[in-house]
């Protein structure tokens, strides 16, 4: 089942002395959080909009509405920033990691279930699905493996390459 809202990244610490918040992003490039103008906040999701953000580092500085001084910055150390699911659009065949998780994954020829994913290691050239079931399985993201992906009924259908498993 998909999530209304998807974590985005952590507030790690205070930057400056305006009120601007360093922010960890869970994002595939930290550039990617700062095209967004609001976000949510914390375990309500309070809805808090961004007046600018910038990147340093691999890290997102921001700097959002009502937050004026360190104090005030301080307050939001640790705290888990959200998006809201419509406010970015995927490509055809591009997914959130967090609507990967949990998946079941079956055999596109035998019905096998393999078992879930509990991971996905992002190493480069292509994403790698962890699945675990009776054993441990790692599975290419790659056309030629993953048949269809069904975020809906929250199940991947693969077809294994000869010898992957061996």
């Given at each position: 089942?998909?999530?209304?809202?998807?974590?985005?990244?952590?507030?790690?610490?205070t930057h400056g002395i305006r009120g601007e918040v360093k922010i960890m992003p869970y994002t595939d490039?930290?550039?990617l959080l700062c095209e967004f103008e609001r976000l949510f906040l914390g375990k309500n999701k309070d809805?808090?909009?961004?007046?600018?953000?910038?990147?340093?580092?691999?890290?997102?500085?921001?700097?959002?509405?009502?937050?004026?001084?360190?104090?005030?910055?301080?307050?939001?150390?640790?705290?888990?920033?959200?998006?809201?699911?419509?406010?970015?659009?995927?490509?055809?065949?591009?997914?959130?990691?967090?609507?990967?998780?949990?998946?079941?994954?079956?055999?596109?020829?035998?019905?096998?279930?393999?078992?879930?994913?509990?991971?996905?290691?992002?190493?480069?050239?292509?994403?790698?699905?962890?699945?675990?079931?009776?054993?441990?399985?790692?599975?290419?993201?790659?056309?030629?493996?993953?048949?269809?992906?069904?975020?809906?009924?929250?199940?991947?259908?693969?077809?294994?390459?000869?010898?992957?498993?061996?």
């Amino acid at each position: 089942m998909k999530k209304e809202y998807l974590e985005a990244g952590k507030i790690v610490t205070t930057h400056g002395i305006r009120g601007e918040v360093k922010i960890m992003p869970y994002t595939d490039t930290p550039e990617l959080l700062c095209e967004f103008e609001r976000l949510f906040l914390g375990k309500n999701k309070d809805e808090v909009y961004i007046e600018r953000s910038r990147t340093a580092k691999n890290m997102v500085i921001a700097k959002l509405e009502g937050i004026n001084t360190v104090e005030d910055a301080e307050k939001l150390r640790s705290k888990i920033l959200f998006m809201h699911r419509d406010d970015l659009e995927l490509d055809e065949n591009t997914f959130f990691i967090q609507d990967l998780i949990g998946m079941e994954v079956k055999d596109a020829d035998s019905g096998f279930v393999y078992g879930k994913i509990t991971d996905v290691l992002q190493n480069g050239a292509n994403d790698v699905y962890v699945i675990k079931g009776d054993r441990e399985y790692l599975v290419p993201a790659i056309p030629d493996v993953v048949i269809s992906t069904d975020v809906e009924s929250d199940l991947m259908i693969i077809r294994p390459l000869e010898g992957l498993f061996d």
